[in-house]
């Protein structure tokens, strides 16, 4: 049976006073990329969905700008891509990569015989802001920001909704199913106590911004020097740039100080000379740890975990927002009937990692390897790195340059929206 989703009571937990209770069908926890797909595909069907998100806006630190192909099938199929694009962005169609006597592009978007043969670069608050207005217009969906998760009702070992804080106290939602979609550092997988299984990439990644001029080239662009790797993407006004430094060694660096960083930056991008002196300060810049994991189970009763939450990405190839994506895409897939008819099955929530585990280990396979085999030996080069004549030579062909393409922007599997027609909503769209 469906929930209702506006009974209201306040009791007092085992600890805390609960000021209201709700009740809903599906409880999403994280606006992140995954959680508010899921939740809009969840409304756009007529189940009662609250999305609840920890912080008071989408924009906060960088995670990440990449809208990939299968995105955008997945926002044409519901009628949402080409408003998507009247927005500003740029379009990143092949990636170009320095050789050491040139340049070569392994990585070309352009082959691929689809709708949106590119990756869309904007800003993620952007994009999550034009999604949760678009939620926003369904009487089913409702989001909650500025609440935080930090307990699970749990009844018997099954979940049955949460306990969230927000800046007037605790309140609680009672759901048929709660979906974790609370990123790489998520509560609900420590709460709910389901294991993962880890692996430790040889990176971490220091992150930092420097002015970018309109006159320089859109997209992306990799620099590489021998022992050094850095990435630069495009955030309009802004460099994004991502650092890549060998595990643990950011005490080493930073006891070399912050000149020896920016020289570092300058032989890799001379044309960062007259910027790189904006970064003065330490507090400028973030390391990222990167860790790459997944669960052995995403599920128990009354509880899924999906995106990151359920198997963290390594930054490698950029893939993250896309897999986080085809989880909630298949996710509702699998899960709308069930939660319309209100008869869910702990099996429904297993198909749901079974359709999605086979292209999660497929694509962290691939960045494992691309870590120890490509990225390692850089790290550890003493002569300018050079991409061998072979691999040279197979990129000349747009056939070859498409493979890569295809697993990046696309990957093992890629879902399809199975919702056939837009379900009437409330509100207007916003101009
Ligand atoms: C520095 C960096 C750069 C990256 N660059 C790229 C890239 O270029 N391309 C790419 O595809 N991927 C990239 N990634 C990976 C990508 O960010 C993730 O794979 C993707 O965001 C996962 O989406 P998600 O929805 O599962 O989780 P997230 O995007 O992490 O969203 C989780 C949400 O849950 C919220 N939340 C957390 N805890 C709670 C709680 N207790 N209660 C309520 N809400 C909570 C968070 O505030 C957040 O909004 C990058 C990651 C990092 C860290």
Redesign the pocket.
């Known amino acids: 049976m469906v929930l209702d989703t506006n009974a209201t009571t306040v009791h007092r937990s085992s600890e805390h006073e609960i000021r209201d209770s709700e009740q809903t069908t599906c409880c999403v ?7 508010m797909i899921l939740a809009y595909l969840l409304a756009r069907q007529q189940v009662p969905v609250i999305l ?4 008071k806006d ?1 924009d ?7 809208i ?1 192909p299968s995105v955008m099938e997945n926002l044409d199929e519901l009628g949402l891509a080409e408003r998507l694009l009247q927005l500003r962005h740029t379009k990143i169609r092949n990636i170009a990569l320095p050789t050491g006597n040139g340049s070569a592009t392994p990585i070309d978007f352009s082959p691929l015989k689809i709708k949106y043969p590119y990756v869309t670069l904007m800003p993620q608050s952007e994009f999550l802001d034009f999604m949760a207005a678009e939620a926003q217009r369904l009487p089913h969906f409702k989001l909650i920001m500025g ?4 307990e699970l009702i749990d009844e018997g070992g099954v979940v049955r909704g949460v306990r ?1 804080q927000s800046g007037d106290g605790w309140h609680e939602i009672r759901a048929t199913l709660t979906v974790g ?8 997988r420590r709460l709910s106590g389901l294991e993962a299984i880890t692996t430790s990439p040889p990176m971490d ?1 220091l ?1 930092f911004r420097l002015p970018r001029l309109a006159t320089e080239p859109e997209g992306a662009m990799a620099r590489v020097k021998p022992g050094r790797l850095m990435a630069m ?1 495009d955030r309009r006004e802004q460099w994004q740039i991502a650092y890549v430094i060998p595990k643990d060694s950011f005490r080493e660096l930073k006891e070399a100080g912050i000149q020896a960083l920016r020289q570092s930056i300058v032989e890799l991008a001379p044309e960062l000379a007259d910027r790189v002196d904006g970064l003065q300060d330490w507090k400028q810049v973030a390391l ?1 740890s990167v860790a790459a994991d997944r669960l052995r189970q995403w599920y128990k009763p009354g509880l899924l975990l ?4 359920a198997h963290t ?1 390594s ?1 490698v190839g ?7 994506i085809q989880d909630a895409v298949a996710t509702a897939n699998i899960l709308t009937a069930p939660l319309q008819t209100g008869r869910l099955r702990l099996s429904d929530l297993r198909a749901v990692q079974r359709r999605r585990e086979l292209p999660t280990r497929f694509i962290q396979t691939i960045q494992s390897i691309i870590q120890q085999r490509v990225i390692s030996s850089l790290l550890d080069s003493r002569a300018q790195p050079k991409l061998p004549g072979l691999v040279l030579w197979l990129v000349q062909f747009r056939f070859v340059r498409s493979i890569p393409a295809r697993v990046m922007g696309i990957g093992l599997r890629p879902e399809h929206v199975q919702q056939r027609h837009e379900i009437a909503t409330t509100a207007p769209r916003p101009a």
């Open positions: 926890v994280g606006g992140g990329p995954a959680g609840l998100e920890a912080h989408f906060r630190d960088f995670r990440g700008d990449t990939h609440g935080r998760v930090e969230y979609a609370d990123g790489r550092f998520s509560r609900l990644v992150w993407l990222l999906i995106g990151d939450a990405m930054p950029g893939v993250g927002i896309n897999y986080a």
